[in-house]
């Protein structure tokens, strides 16, 4: 069975699927730490996960193309090859595409599995520049072209799991496109893509290709299903009739988004003597770009109150962690035994999150970003 060598995984992870496995942290201990401890981070994976012998590990590394003078070549570097070349640690949180899926469904079902807002992660990744491995091998910079990146893990018609990325993000000093082989400072679980992976901080989960076997700098996008027929947005009134996944780009950067770790959608909350409500949650933004402020609100927005925020300084277009929040919401008005906790984030580039899920439902239930919403008692 091509099920018979997968990893034990940590019994506090909630699976959205068995077969292949998914699954993701509970969102109170997701907010707690503000790197995503290896074994608490979500897993998402599209088939069995592949067992590999480190020793006999090569990565194919291939130019396709003669652009820009470029000599069509092929080499194979093994992990000894990899980590003789300089090391870089970058922050970066891994979001999947289709992340708070579970809220969007709310309004229309959509096709994909049921995330709540758990399916994200921060940690330091570290390992090789994508770009030195393709400077060696004489790659210029070329706005037309991709880097198909492919994984070790086979569909039942023994097609590999693959992703692509413009070289421009690839070559990009400032991408800090990463092959890594530690997550955290130790080395890669066998869930997140030991014994190497590919970290394209700011960009949709997918694209961080786990198992990586194979790279290639090409002319055209990865021709797998999930960069042509999946991660892609459509319109809310695209269906699965009339939709057509060549007419749409596929994600790369994600939009902003939020939500609430703490409490939890339900919870009921004793009121202590202060008065107050704290809440906490994690922001981000694709693209590099820093969360600049995260809002919220208890009085479906008569009153904002501003988050106090946890993040590293990294300079904007080149923050790729997460950041983490905390606000304390004065409650002695209110008179309602439940409230509804509303949250949203802008990043640097203004860019703030959309108020509901309707105007932004789209068949795959992709970059579901609305403002999260959470009701809470309070006793
Ligand atoms: N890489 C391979 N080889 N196979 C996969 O199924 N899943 C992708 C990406 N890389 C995947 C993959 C998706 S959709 C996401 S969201 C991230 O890996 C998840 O990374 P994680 O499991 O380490 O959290």
Avoid at 355 to 370: C, H, K, M, P, T
Wanted: contains cysteine.
């Amino acid at each position: 069975s091509p099920w018979a060598h997968e990893p034990r995984r940590h019994p506090l992870l909630n699976p959205t699927s068995e077969r292949p496995f998914n699954a993701e942290p509970p969102m109170k201990l997701l907010g707690e730490n503000f790197f995503t401890p290896n074994e608490f981070f979500y897993v998402r994976n599209h088939l069995p996960v592949p067992l590999i012998d480190a020793n006999k590990f090569e990565l194919e590394v291939s130019i396709e193309t003669t652009e820009s003078g470029m000599k069509e070549q092929s080499k194979s570097l093994t992990l000894a090859d990899i980590k003789r070349m300089p090391k870089y640690t970058v922050t970066a949180a891994v979001m999947c595409g289709g992340n708070r899926r579970s809220e969007m469904t709310r309004v229309k079902s959509v096709k994909g599995l049921s995330w709540n807002a758990g399916a994200v992660g921060n940690a330091t990744w570290s390992g090789a520049r994508l770009r030195d491995v393709l400077l060696a091998m004489g790659v210029v910079p070329n706005e037309n072209l991709h880097v198909v990146l492919e994984g070790a893990d086979l569909d039942p018609t023994s097609h590999p799991y693959g992703a692509s990325i413009p070289l421009s993000k690839a070559m990009d000093e400032r991408g800090d496109v990463i092959l890594a082989y530690e997550m955290n400072g130790k080395v890669l679980s066998r869930d997140h893509g030991y014994p190497l992976r590919c970290i394209v901080p700011g960009t949709v989960g997918s694209r961080n290709v786990k198992w990586l076997s194979r790279i290639a700098v090409s002319e055209n996008e990865s021709n797998s299903h999930w960069q042509q027929n999946d991660y892609k947005g459509f319109s809310p009134s695209t269906d699965w009739d009339t939709v057509d996944f060549s007419k749409s780009p596929a994600i790369q950067a994600m939009p902003v988004t939020s939500a609430i770790c703490s409490p939890v959608d339900g919870d009921a909350l004793i009121i202590k003597d202060d008065g107050y409500l704290t809440v906490h949650g994690y922001a981000w933004s694709g693209g590099g770009r820093r969360i600049v402020r995260v809002d919220l609100t208890i009085d479906q927005g008569k009153t904002w109150h501003v988050a106090e925020l946890q993040q590293e300084d990294h300079p904007d277009g080149r923050h790729y962690g997460w950041s983490l929040w905390t606000v304390r919401i004065p409650i002695e008005n209110t008179t309602s035994s439940e409230v509804e906790i509303w949250a949203k984030a802008v990043d640097s580039a203004y860019n703030v999150q959309p108020e509901n899920f309707e105007n932004i439902w789209n068949l795959r239930g992709v970059l579901a970003n609305a403002y999260h919403r959470i009701r809470v008692k309070l006793i």
